[in-house]
């Protein structure tokens, strides 16, 4: 059958059209896809190295992560189906909780104000979740956090491979480990949906920055701490690699 070259305009263009709709439904997280502003200009000098404004934001990124995933993973622990999805949780709890210690402890160091709340697109992400029960719950949590994961991953290495900051490339270092063993248990429930997830990796949509910035803190508010869980006794560091879904 041939089409018209009027409808074969109209096909094109209703293709592109729900590949838009498709990634403004999961957009991109933090706007780490394409960081506004000169992220190589020096924010300060430190007797730790340079820090620069991708080192900056990078620190502020690390600790808005755990700010949604620490919570949700202790939902997924108490209301995942299967034990896969329990040792999800607690790889998440146990990983933002070691990432946070380190972020209050660099931050002084470094003159960066943490946030004490995720942004509104993060807090999103676990009303999402949250509202879904059974299966769905389990499909949606593990999804999600999949996607969030797959993106900040090469952010990580970027910010490994750049910084000038002994500090900032020790957060990066303990990150890379944390986020690889995330994607690791994560992958290892049998949930993912690895062509979707590829797919809002590589094509997300950009938000408005307001929606994609965690609010800074109240004059005088404490710093919130994410509650280490040494009775967990989970490790996260050096995860065994997930098979792969063809094989036998």
């Known amino acids: 059958m041939r089409l018209s070259r009027s409808r074969i305009g109209v096909v094109v263009l209703f293709g592109a059209m729900s590949l838009t709709l498709t990634a403004l439904a999961f957009p991109a997280v933090l706007g780490l896809d394409k960081a506004d502003g000169n992220q190589n200009r020096v924010v300060a000098s430190t007797k730790f190295g340079p820090l620069t404004e991708a080192d900056r934001d990078f620190v502020v990124k690390v600790r808005a992560a755990g700010l949604w995933e620490y919570p949700l993973g202790e939902t997924v622990m108490e209301r995942g189906t299967t034990k896969a999805m329990k040792t999800a949780g607690e790889h998440l709890v146990v990983g933002h909780a ?69 500090l900032v490339r020790q957060l ?77």
Do not use: W
């Open 172 to 248: 990066a270092d303990l990150a890379n480990d944390t986020v690889l063993d995330h994607i690791t248990v994560l992958e290892k429930t049998g949930l993912v949906e690895y062509d979707d997830v590829t797919f809002k990796q590589t094509g997300p949509a950009k938000l408005p920055r307001e929606k994609v910035t965690p609010p800074p803190p109240q004059p005088g508010e404490r710093v919130l701490v994410l509650k280490p869980r040494p009775d967990l006794n989970v490790n996260t560091a050096s995860p065994t690699p997930t098979p792969s879904p063809a094989a036998p």
């Open 98 to 166: 070691g990432l946070d210690a380190m972020c209050r402890e660099i931050s002084p160091e470094l003159g960066i104000t943490l946030p004490n709340r995720a942004s509104p697109q993060q807090e999103g992400f676990v009303a999402t979740v949250e509202a879904k029960s059974g299966k769905e719950f389990d499909s949606s949590a593990v999804n999600i956090m999949r996607v969030t994961h797959g993106q900040i991953f090469p952010a990580i290495a970027k910010i490994r491979a750049s910084t000038k900051n002994t």
